[in-house]
């Protein structure tokens, strides 16, 4: 896991007693979708091929790739101390509204528009069609809109998989996806992305 990788999960885990996601999904909910035979490792653990030229012409993303250099959201939480805040202080609600705005307007990279990208991350599904997940959002940790508030808008991904193949078993499993970049954010019950991924491939984290 990168450093702004675990730097948002802090500054997500500080703000769980102010934040939460919009709707809940229970935890062992599944589809029927052809099974993964062993589970797979967390996907954060690839973060050296950066932005690395595959064979395939898909250029190997981590999260920070997804973020601006010069974001820095922790200025809001420096701004309110949360590490002193109380559960009773009156500034939680204004922090919490100014974190869900600051979230959903986080900035993406513009020059990722229309490149042929594949990222690891973990599988949040929003439709399938009894057979195959056909749109999911993929996110970067655990538990992320469903036991845990959602990432920034800018760190989640809204995946169309079309024809592509998609073996997905349940929530949170771990996959590689590989597909074209289209900057337009999509504002769904459990977050608003970003980005929007045309998945060309679908395939278990390995």
């Not at 109380?86 to 990279?109: H, S, Y």
């Not at 996959?175 to 679908?202: F, H, M, N, P, Q």
């Amino acid at each position: 896991m990168s450093y702004r990788t675990v730097r948002f999960s802090l500054l997500i885990i500080s703000a769980m007693a102010i934040s939460a996601c919009d709707l809940e999904v229970p935890e062992q909910q599944s589809y029927a979708l052809p099974p993964i035979a062993t589970p797979e490792p967390a996907p954060q653990t690839v973060t050296e091929n950066t932005v690395e030229e595959k064979k395939d012409g898909a250029q190997e993303l981590t999260w920070d790739d997804l973020v601006p250099a010069d974001w820095r959201p922790d200025k809001l939480m420096r701004e309110y101390n949360v590490d002193e805040m109380k559960d009773d202080d009156p500034r939680a609600e204004e922090l919490r509204i100014k974190m869900k705005q600051l979230w959903d307007v986080a900035p993406v990279v513009e020059e990722l528009e229309g490149k042929l990208v594949k990222i690891p991350g973990y599988v949040v599904p929003i439709e399938d069609n009894g057979k195959k997940v056909t749109e999911f959002l993929l996110v970067p940790y655990h538990g992320a809109c469903i036991h845990v508030p959602p990432p920034p808008a800018n760190q989640t991904v809204y995946v169309i998989t079309g024809d592509a193949e998609a073996k997905i078993r349940k929530v949170f499993d771990t996959v590689w996806v590989t597909g074209i970049v289209k900057l337009e954010k999509v504002d769904r019950e459990l977050a608003t992305s970003g980005y929007t991924l045309l998945a060309t491939k679908v395939e278990p984290f390995e």
